[in-house]
């Protein structure tokens, strides 16, 4: 299993998303500590499989956030599962594991498999309406759900996602105040060294995604805002 508790910085890459070698290069070689593959929409075995042989060419650890059964590609150093916490819909809660079980139960090493409470802070975003997330109230309520996955679930990661828009930092401090002892990821609208530092000085990791394909120096510089 990669240690991702050292983790500060991680970029996110989509397989539906087009980057050229040079800009993966870029990215694999920044010094960022791990590469994220996953996504909401479009995401195939072949376009996984794809992304992570260009990915394996360099040092740099790979895990594969899996949102879809017909996208589990063998070959990656960790696969993070995700549990919606707050889902509207249950079937994203436990249903697509149990699929994933029967289907592949025999074939996995569970010493490659990492849990992860994710908290869709968005409700805007694509995945937001894919999982009928309920909305967060209040930081109270944020504090609530980080407090569900790592004290009633025992998830060693909670996943606080904004997918797109940059999140409110109350919200973010509430959930690392909840997740205690777990892991807390951050993903969403980092756009900036700033914001990237922002929400570093908070989350134990950042995520940083969207912004590689529209300003990939900006991108690029949230390594060095986090990392120094």
Known sequence: MIDYRSWRHTFKLDPDKSIDDEALEAICESGTDGII???????????????????????????????????????????????????GDPNWIFSPHVSGLKAYGSYIHWDEIIAEGYLIANPDAGVAELTRARPIEDAAEAKAYAQVATKICRLPIVYVEYSGTYGDPQIVRACKNGADEAHLFYGGGIRTPQQAAEMAAIADTIVVGNVIYDDLQAALATVKAVKG
Not at 69 to 76: I, N, Q, S, W, Y
């Open 37 to 87: 593959v996953g996504g909401t929409y479009g995401i195939t075995f072949d376009n996984t499989l794809d992304l992570m042989s260009r990915i394996r060419r360099y040092a740099v650890p790979a895990v594969l956030e899996i949102s879809s059964l017909d996208a589990v590609v063998p070959g990656f150093d960790s696969y993070l599962i995700p549990l919606v916490i707050n889902a």
